[in-house]
């Protein structure tokens, strides 16, 4: 009798199907709980059977909410100190309400909500509409979704990346595909010719692994680098192997624990709050927040948007690419001073 076929959920429906239920609930719910209720993980979980690989996902679902500035929080339960398999994971309503001096029009509001629905109906499974009407439903009386902050978040997902859809459908015919992509550092594009070999998220960035033949090497490719189309050829001659796309993510791992950087930071600063909840930042004695990136110029990047906010101690890699950005930035504004 054939296998029954697993249904693909898209990560961004998985991520929102679990704020959703960690907005909904008050004490918290386990690891096991999350994998055999929520939608994304229910699919997969095997009541008694072997659920590594879904944990690992769970694991890394976990950092990209956070990523994305959302206060998941965990929950020891009293007398089982240490014990992860009883921590119980939350989202507390009132970290994550709107600040009180925040208001909007009704018309701003109108606006906002026919954006989110927009988004939701485009993106989102009947399961998943269904399952924001059950959270919903357990709000106040006033019925509202603004209650778990669900209409705020929905605008604010990132959906997938233009060259999502071509790339999978090249890795599903074992096809080799050419884009045009912009290297780190770099300002113009230059053409890849690959044979794609996994499709992965890490840090809340999806990832393109694949086998170029123009340099006998495997490499990673962001996809928000990729521009313009991307074309296929020769399908059915580059089957990606089996195991990839783990191979894929536990390389990325080994570099993220590897690689750190020290920032001061400004105390209750959006820079604070946004990578002290990184995955397994600590604080130095100084006060100063020791974080863990993959690649030196897309976490240049990400600290250069924090301005002032925060000041790049070490290494002098990262620190040099911040200042080169800013400088750069600085440029920009000057010239488009001059032209006005």
Known sequence: MP???VPRVPAEERLFSLVLALLSTEAGLTKSEILANVQGYRQRFTTGGDNASLERQFERDKDDV???GIPLETIETPGAAGNNQTLRYRIPK???DLPLDVRFTPDESALLSLAAM???????????RRGLLKVRSAGDDEGSGEAFGIDAYAPRLRTRDAAFEPLRAALDRAAGVRFDYITPGEHEPRRRELHPM?????????????YEPSTDGVKNYLLSRIVGPVTSFQAGQHPAPAGAGERALTELDRLWSERTATVAVQLGSDAERRLARRRDTTTTTDGALVIHYVDPQILAEELAAFGPELRVLEPDEVRERVVARLRALVADHAEGALRG
């Open 3 to 5: 296998a029954t076929r």
């Open 66 to 68: 956070r990523e994305l």
């Open 118 to 128: 927009a988004w939701r109906e485009g993106a989102l499974s009947s399961d998943s």
């Open 94 to 96: 009132g970290e994550y």
């Open 198 to 210: 996994a499709l992965v998220q890490h840090g809340g960035r999806w990832m393109l692994t694949g």
